[in-house]
């Protein structure tokens, strides 16, 4: 048993510590509740909250941020606290850095109120994570990624030719969250073009099997979505449903 040691007892964290790095595992709390053991975690009080929520929020998608610096800097990085909000709206979040300098991406948003985010897809999966490592500014990740620029129409970040999705967003307005070392900026973006390649699209449909998003999972780990099902969704039929 890949269990740990507590004041409370022994702990059997086997398939948390699959998506769990193992080593924060023996910090959290363990509870023995009427349905059974489980953890208990406080974000306020457990230093690696970051590293437990990655872990069982997955997969996310992940957004690959194209933006241009006021000097004309291109920046590529990708974020995957990422996802669609509203059917014209798109969030990611930023962290800050250690010095609370804001990532380039995010001073870039700023600064210009524009960014592409293009969709990460398996074949740009080693691309993407090329990029994220934490380059000076100026660097240009696309050179380092051997990915190209393709023009844009309405804003000005040139987008990655190489992702079958790209979508063209202005900056609605960028809220802070947290404090200290866990402040991020999240960025809501208003849609303002969308691409989507020709060979992704079957008749009028999104054919995911030739899309081939990427999730990510916890820490290094990623997911293919070539495992899909469909469910129809129920109607609610009062004839059915009612008592008596
Ligand atoms: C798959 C993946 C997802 C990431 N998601 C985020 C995220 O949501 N928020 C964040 O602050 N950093 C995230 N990062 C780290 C940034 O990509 C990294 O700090 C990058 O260097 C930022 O670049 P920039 O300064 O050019 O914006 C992620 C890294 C990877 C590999």
Not at 7 to 22: I, K, R, Y
Not at 24 to 53: H, Q, Y
Not at 54 to 70: E, K
Not at 184 to 210: N, P, T
């Amino acid at each position: 048993m890949n269990g740990y040691q507590h004041n409370s007892g022994t702990l059997d964290c086997q398939n948390l510590a699959a998506h769990v790095p193992e080593d924060i595992i023996p910090l959290a709390n363990k509870s023995d509740t009427s349905g059974g053991m489980e953890l208990i975690i406080d974000p306020k009080t457990f230093e690696r909250f970051n590293a437990v929520l990655t872990g069982v929020i997955v997969p996310r998608p992940i957004a690959f941020v194209s933006t241009v610096s006021p000097d004309g800097e291109v920046n590529l990085a990708p974020y995957s606290f990422f996802n669609a909000v509203s059917y014209d709206t798109v969030v990611f979040s930023s962290a800050r850095n250690v010095d609370n300098k804001s990532k380039d991406t995010l001073r870039n948003i700023e600064e210009t109120g524009e960014f592409v985010v293009n969709i990460v897809v398996d074949p740009i999966a080693e691309a993407m994570n090329a990029t994220s490592a934490e380059f000076p500014e100026g660097v240009d990740e696309f050179e380092i990624a051997r990915l190209s620029h393709a023009p844009s129409q309405i804003v000005k970040p040139p987008r990655v030719a190489e992702s079958p999705v790209n979508i063209e967003c202005k900056l609605d307005q960028v809220v802070q969250i947290g404090s200290g070392d866990h402040e991020h900026g999240l960025v809501i973006g208003k849609i303002v073009l969308l691409h989507i390649r020709d060979d992704v699209i079957d008749g009028h449909r999104i054919d995911q099997a030739k899309l081939m998003a990427t999730g990510r999972m916890a820490g290094n780990m990623y997911c293919r979505t070539n495992d899909r099902y469909e469910m129809v969704r129920p109607v609610f039929d009062p004839e059915k449903t009612q008592v008596g």
